[in-house]
């Protein structure tokens, strides 16, 4: 394997690394992000591409002036490292030099300096490019790329090909009427609001599969947990024997995750106070049994499906009980789950399907697929749709997929509810709801 | 680190692996390739999901009738390990039992059992999910894999941050008319042409960002080499002292690609014969110097860009003269660049902006971007751009940007050209071009 290092570029070190050059001469770049005056001397705080680093400017040591520097300016600053336990990360640069890279034209509308970003939502979103300056802001798209690359680390590891299926698609892999519509070259196209059909006619030639990529849904909803385009982390798996095989890789991951971020994510951990949740053994309940409780404790009114209400009641029970912060729902009535999903032969009213819930929310819908090309079409036909508007899906069936099945999980809303955002749109760099669509 | 594998699992066993068991009776899953009946003993080649495995059927050894296997179904087999030279890699499985967990409702419409697939590109695109069943077909998608994840693996131990950008945006990164348009809940939309503008705005927070996500060009090419939708490789970093800044991260990244499809590809290396390339100190060329160059040899006659046949040329000429199978061109005309690139404050008719070439291909584009708010705004004007159609772009060089600058690569491009494939439609699991928008 070649070396990985491009160069020694110091824009990046972690205060860790600077450690190890006590006595050392350095130069470190970045932005300056707060300058505290005190006493003859300056704290001048440099916020790196991840961290923030402490460097002081003593004029009897620097020639150039303070006066030189100003918030916002980028900056690289030589001086020599020392260990200072009061300073962010135990250690800070005496500046020798500093030169100025760029200066902003206007001042931040927003303050960096307090320890949480004091805006409204949509203060927010209004000056993202700013906000996301804030080192809090910042640091949930950290975990976010954890999550995702803990994810792709897990699922390479157990032979899953990563693929990328096409957005702009003829078909609508729900059959609803929520898409986006546009014209691609004089043809009705649409963007997918899944990879569905696209991972399982992959099982085909790649046994199992996976993609993160982005995910498209045009609901008119306007919650704190709803996004019109959004990453999804997909999985579709071949040779299962029943959907818990589904289930139990799905748990085995999500436990690899948890440890991908403990081991990389420390910085970002702290910053957030990130609970990581144990991931052992994830209990399981059936949706006729959690309708049943649901009804006991006031929920349960919907006797299709669980509402946002159901899912933090349910969470909360299963937590007391257990210790699990997750919970597995399966067997989901057929009547709300999509023409794929297979059915369970000894009672058909209810689908191989599950949800996962976690600290309230659900984050994955997965299930176990029709792979039989003759009971697809008989499902498809029971539901009133013509096979033939699904022709190419089905070439798939019709030459032959292994038993499969697979999962979707909502990459911010994971990262939202690891992160404890109130709302969704934090945990998008530049989210996409009814009302945005800029920048 | 928590165990990394969910299962030990052999629906994805290598041959090597398999070796490892020998005399040890295993079961492994596949989809049924070929059989070869050969004197009352039957050759049963399994396709798993990246190998072919040889399993044998002796009717004194396994109680089943052959008779119940067919080219097609998905299969598991169980039996014992034996080391097998005449085997593809060296290993073979005596079947004691077998299970047919899946059928075929027809056969398939191509052969494959021919080493390579025999099918016109059009007859390959209509059967797309049997096509890329060849083994040969789907190994290019592992070459892309490798290249995507050694590309990932670089910009992550090189503090690049991963980022996701919407694709659905209100405005057009290169300005063109070339965009696929739609209605975003009664706004004008269109598809991200780029990243570019994100990538830049996210270089003010992370230093260093990188993005594989789709890029949509509505061109009406029709050739070898483009697709409508295509997987962008993207990375843009802060802190250059210029664009070889740029090209050196970008020779350093692709030296660490082919090691790592070195190291993890072997297979699919074999199976395509793929030739990787040494990449060493990558040549690098004026814009300027080839036309002059290319003029005595018959090409540029295109006084601002380089035309197909001048890559072509350009790049023999390179490998004659220097060995290397890569080439820089820098130093493009301004006129043919776009707004947001840096010209040379020395000669502002040229940009600090280039491509790579490789073998006779365009594979990147990259340059220098313009950080400095009023410079940025004053070359918007030059071009008759209004800076108020740029409003949330700008907001980020209005707070301040560090210099900076970025590629972006072609994935299907580089995978084209790794695994010699004369269509890049070959590249694509679904291509989308002027006349494919199915499967």
Redesign the interface.
């Given at each position: 394997?070649?070396?990985?290092?491009?160069?020694d570029?110091l824009?990046?070190a972690s205060p860790e690394r600077l450690a190890q050059q006590e006595g050392e001469r350095v130069t470190v770049?970045?932005?300056v992000h707060n300058i505290r005056e005190l006493g003859g001397i300056a704290f001048v705080i440099l916020r790196?591409?991840?961290y923030l680093i402490q460097t002081v400017h003593d004029q009897s040591v620097c020639q150039k002036s303070l006066s030189e520097l100003e918030d916002?300016?980028?900056a690289?600053v030589t001086g020599k490292v020392r260990l200072e336990k009061r300073a962010e990360g135990g250690v800070e640069i005496l500046m020798e030099d500093f030169k100025v890279?760029?200066?902003?034209?206007?001042?931040?509308?927003l303050n960096m300096a307090d320890r949480s970003l004091k805006a409204t939502l949509g203060t927010n979103l209004e000056?993202?490019?700013?906000a996301?300056?804030h080192p809090r802001e910042?640091a949930v798209?950290?975990i976010m790329?954890g999550i995702?690359?803990g994810f792709?680390?897990?699922m390479?590891?157990?032979?899953f090909?990563?693929?990328?299926?096409?957005?702009?698609?003829?078909?609508s892999a729900e059959g609803g009427a929520e898409v986006?519509?546009?014209?691609?070259?004089g043809?009705d196209?649409v963007?997918a609001q899944s990879p569905q059909?696209?991972k399982q006619?992959?099982v085909?030639?790649?046994?199992?599969v996976f993609e993160v990529?982005?995910v498209?849904r045009?609901e008119?909803h306007n919650t704190s947990r709803h996004l019109?385009?959004y990453?999804g982390l997909d999985f579709e798996m071949?040779?299962i024997r029943d959907m818990y095989d589904v289930m139990?890789?799905e748990t085995?991951?999500l436990?690899?995750v948890?440890?991908?971020l403990e081991?990389h994510y420390q910085p970002e951990i702290r910053l957030l106070g990130v609970r990581l949740p144990k991931v052992e053994t994830i209990p399981s309940v059936r949706f006729a049994d959690a309708l049943a409780y649901l009804k006991t404790v006031g929920g349960g009114k919907n006797r299709n499906d669980l509402t946002a209400d159901d899912e933090v009641l349910l969470c909360d029970h299963i937590r007391r009980k257990s210790g699990s912060e997750f919970v597995f729902v399966t067997h989901f009535p057929t009547a709300k789950r999509p023409f794929y999903v297979m059915d369970n032969p000894e009672n058909p009213k209810e689908a191989f399907s599950f949800d996962l819930l976690f600290r309230g929310l659900e984050i994955t819908t997965g299930g176990q697929r029709i792979?039989?090309?003759?009971m697809q079409v008989a499902k498809m036909r029971t539901r009133g749709m013509d096979p033939v508007d699904f022709e190419?899906?089905l070439?798939?069936?019709?030459?032959?997929?292994?038993?499969h099945g697979g999962l979707g999980i909502g990459?911010e809303r994971l990262t939202a509810k690891l992160c404890d955002l109130a709302n969704i749109r934090q945990a998008s760099?530049?989210?996409?709801d009814?009302n945005h669509?800029?920048?």
């Open positions: 394997m070649a070396e990985i290092k491009g160069e570029l824009c990046c770049e970045g932005c790196t591409g991840r916002g300016c980028y690289s890279l760029s200066r902003p034209a206007a001042p931040y509308p000056y993202r490019t700013v996301l300056r910042r798209f950290r790329e995702e690359n792709r680390e897990f390479l590891a157990n032979d090909a990563e693929i990328h299926s096409p957005k702009i698609t003829a078909i986006f519509r546009l014209k691609y070259f043809a196209a963007l059909f696209y006619m992959s085909a030639f790649f046994g199992r990529g982005e498209y045009a008119l019109n385009e990453v071949g040779y139990n890789m085995a991951m436990r690899h948890m440890a991908y081991a792979h039989d090309y003759e190419s899906f070439t798939a069936h019709r030459h032959g997929l292994p038993p990459l760099l530049f989210p996409r009814i669509l800029v920048p």
